[in-house]
């Protein structure tokens, strides 16, 4: 299975700065996929990152606010903009082991350890 | 809207229990059932379920699947205190451009010595 880096683990953060969060994998992979986890809450679907497009984003999610970079099929990063106290969550970066056979397309999600931050 | 529910919330047993964690859905264009567990922060793959009634094991874990009921469940037996976390359920489906998943909120477990 992949392994997956993913920094900074945790931040505390100043209302009005951006943070960004970065994802190295050990294999290349088609698509990534960054997810939040709001405190007390499930994990929700921020965007897809593909290298070679731009980022595919969920209901709720915009570019401005989260800006994601895919300059090759190893590494992703994703900003928080313009941070409030709402944007305190544990993010994680995730991919998908879709292609390594019986797994095939399964969603079957690597996570990384997450970043939690915390905006004051 | 498409939606995964979990209960109960949070559970509290003893070592050696039996547990049972529920996971229901309503999501359109259904490709699989993934039940993970979460420690700290990244939730680890348990298990995968595709097909009804066929049971996954793993050690002390099971999970099945019922696609006509559209509900699974994870059973975990002669509990230990390791097996303290949130078991996340999460439903795989074809959403649009790519395969993606929907968490539910999950089930706090916590065994007590």
């Known amino acids: 299975s992949a392994v997956i880096s993913q920094k900074p683990s945790r931040d505390i953060c100043q209302r009005g700065t951006s943070l960004t969060i970065q994802c190295q994998v050990d294999s290349q992979v088609t698509m990534m996929f960054w997810y939040r986890q709001q405190p007390g809450q499930s994990l929700t679907l921020i965007a897809t990152a593909n290298q070679g497009s731009e980022a595919t984003y969920e209901s709720g999610f915009v570019i401005d606010k989260f800006p994601i970079s895919r300059p090759n099929l190893t590494f992703s990063t994703l900003t928080v903009s313009n941070m409030s106290p709402e944007d305190s969550s544990i993010y994680l970066c995730s991919v998908d082991l879709a292609g390594t056979g019986a797994l095939s397309g399964a969603n079957v999600l690597t996570f990384g350890a997450g970043s939690r931050l915390t905006v004051l | 809207e498409d939606k995964v529910v979990q209960s109960p919330l949070s559970l509290v047993v003893h070592e050696g229990d039996t547990v049972t964690l529920n996971c229901s859905y309503e999501?359109?264009?259904?490709?699989?059932l993934l039940w993970y567990k979460q420690e700290k922060k990244a939730p680890t793959f348990l298990f995968m379920l595709?097909?009804?009634?066929i049971e996954k094991k793993s050690g002390r874990l099971s999970s099945i699947l019922d696609k006509k009921e559209l509900f699974s469940i994870l059973n975990i037996t002669a509990t230990q205190t390791g097996d303290s976390a949130v078991y996340l359920c999460a439903v795989g489906y074809y959403g649009g451009a790519t395969n993606k998943l929907i968490f539910g909120t999950g089930t706090l477990l916590a065994v007590q010595p």
């Open positions: 999501v359109t264009n259904f490709r699989s």
């Open positions: 595709t097909s009804s009634g």
